[in-house]
């Protein structure tokens, strides 16, 4: 889905010559911030799930065109490298803290789900560390980003949509990051798995 979304948006880059990457990056972190200030506004009425999922459009978009733009162009940095990686998590965090807090959603559910995206991000950050490669395979930010759209859809559409599991009520928001943890989860596996694998080939070539 990386490659579609990079596909999509690159004709738009062209016409952005000039835009600095690091502007777009902290639109991407502001929209994030306000997608999640959207989600917990749903306590009002759910109509603020729609403009969450517009916020994060917005973040999305941003978020993919600032590093096409700096490979693009040229303006590959390591200061935008570092500002990139470091608001995409503060990105994750203020997303998955709004849904978290957002209408009938489980507190403990959510807060699992944070320790375990960010553990995900750290794995594929540690893993281009160690190896000089970026793992991009298994769940990552495009398939969070269209998967928290068509939630957000569904939450203005089917507000009172719930699941009972175990006597224990489930909303659509605690549907959507069971679903996002159990992909988060398998898709940590895999990446470290393959990390392993890297890693014992490196050290038998050494």
Same mark, same amino acid.
């Given at each position: 889905?990386?490659?579609?979304?990079? /596909?999509?948006? /690159?004709?738009? =880059?062209?016409?952005?010559?000039?835009?600095?990457?690091?502007?777009?990056?902290?639109? &991407?972190?502001?929209?994030?911030?306000?997608?999640?200030? !959207?989600?917990?506004? *749903? @306590?009002? &009425?759910?109509?603020?799930?729609?403009?969450?999922?517009?916020?994060?459009?917005?973040?999305?978009?941003?978020?993919?065109? #600032?590093?096409?733009? =700096?490979?693009?162009?040229?303006?590959?940095?390591?200061?935008? #490298?570092?500002?990139? @990686?470091?608001?995409?998590?503060?990105? #994750?965090? &203020?997303?998955?803290?709004?849904?978290?807090? *957002?209408?009938?959603?489980?507190?403990?559910?959510?807060?699992?789900?944070?320790?375990?995206?960010?553990? @995900? *991000?750290?794995?594929?950050?540690?893993?281009?560390?160690?190896?000089?490669?970026?793992?991009?395979?298994?769940?990552?930010?495009?398939?969070?980003?269209?998967?928290?759209?068509?939630? !957000?859809?569904?939450?203005?559409?089917?507000?009172?949509?719930?699941?009972?599991?175990?006597?224990?009520?489930?909303?659509? =928001? #605690?549907?959507?990051?069971?679903?996002?943890?159990?992909? /988060?989860?398998? &898709?940590?596996?895999?990446?470290?798995?393959?990390?392993?694998?890297?890693?014992?080939?490196?050290?038998?070539?050494?």
């Amino acid at each position: 889905m990386r490659r579609f979304f990079i /596909t999509l948006f /690159t004709p738009a =880059a062209r016409y952005m010559a000039k835009v600095n990457p690091n502007t777009l990056t902290i639109i &991407s972190l502001i929209a994030g911030i306000l997608a999640g200030i !959207s989600y917990v506004g *749903s @306590h009002i &009425s759910p109509l603020f799930f729609l403009l969450g999922g517009g916020f994060v459009m917005i973040s999305g978009t941003a978020d993919s065109l #600032d590093g096409i733009m =700096a490979r693009m162009y040229d303006r590959v940095t390591k200061k935008g #490298d570092f500002l990139d @990686h470091f608001c995409d998590r503060l990105v #994750d965090i &203020s997303i998955l803290l709004g849904l978290t807090f *957002s209408r009938g959603a489980h507190l403990i559910l959510g807060f699992f789900l944070i320790l375990l995206v960010l553990l @995900h *991000s750290y794995l594929g950050t540690q893993i281009e560390a160690t190896l000089g490669k970026r793992s991009y395979k298994g769940t990552g930010k495009a398939e969070f980003f269209v998967g928290l759209i068509v939630f !957000s859809l569904l939450a203005v559409i089917l507000p009172e949509i719930s699941l009972e599991i175990a006597g224990e009520k489930m909303v659509l =928001a #605690d549907i959507y990051m069971s679903i996002l943890l159990i992909a /988060t989860l398998i &898709s940590l596996i895999q990446r470290f798995s393959r990390g392993i694998r890297s890693c014992i080939q490196w050290d038998k070539k050494e």
